[in-house]
């Protein structure tokens, strides 16, 4: 059962608050402590930018058919490292499945299919443990979750890809 303590009389008023977690054993207050971080992590996104999308792996599906049809009307090395850009982004939903305890290429298929026949809301429903319209059931998250994801992920292999160049050019 949660309890509140509220601590009233203190002269100066201050922007801070203090949260006290307490739990039965370690393992629980840990758990306790990694929620509060992370519902701090997204009200913090929320502050910086004040949007929200469809979770559900929904942005990242709609990222990899778009990526893929991109990828369809090129050709050589830029075809394949658009392929493999839009192959690496069905982690995301891959991953929510399978924590999900879903068949994660049976959930990410029926998630692409859906999308490639226009639902661009289809997303995964842990709740219900299926794909469903994802705005319907209020399940968001904030913008700048994605947007950091993707853009860390993409400076990463630029980093690799200058390295292998580097790497490339010592031995020529």
């Known amino acids: 059962m949660a309890k509140v303590v509220k601590v009233t009389g203190v002269e100066k008023k201050h922007k801070t608050v203090t949260i006290l977690l307490r739990g039965s ?17 997204v009200i913090r996104c929320l502050v910086k930018q004040r949007a929200l999308i469809a979770g559900g792996g929904v942005p990242e599906t709609e990222i990899t058919l778009k ?4 990828a369809n009307t090129l ?3 830029d075809a394949y490292c658009f392929k493999a850009f839009a192959e690496a982004m069905e982690i995301i939903p891959y991953t929510l499945s399978e924590n999900a305890g879903l068949n994660p290429i049976e959930t ?3 998630l692409r299919r859906k999308h490639a026949a226009g639902e661009v809301s289809a997303g995964i429903n842990v709740r219900k443990g299926c794909i469903s319209n994802i705005e319907d059931e209020n399940v968001l998250q ?7 994801a993707i ?3 993409t400076e990463t292999v630029r980093s690799i890809l ?3 160049d580097i790497v490339n050019a010592a031995r020529d």
């Open 25 to 41: 054993n370690k393992l629980v207050l840990d758990e306790a402590d990694r929620s509060l971080h992370d519902a701090l992590c």
């Open 67 to 70: 990526l893929t049809d991109y």
């Open 75 to 77: 050709s050589g090395m």
């Open 108 to 110: 990410v298929t029926e």
């Open 142 to 148: 904030p913008l700048l979750v994605s947007t950091s």
């Open 151 to 153: 853009s860390l992920a």
């Open 162 to 164: 200058k390295i292998d």
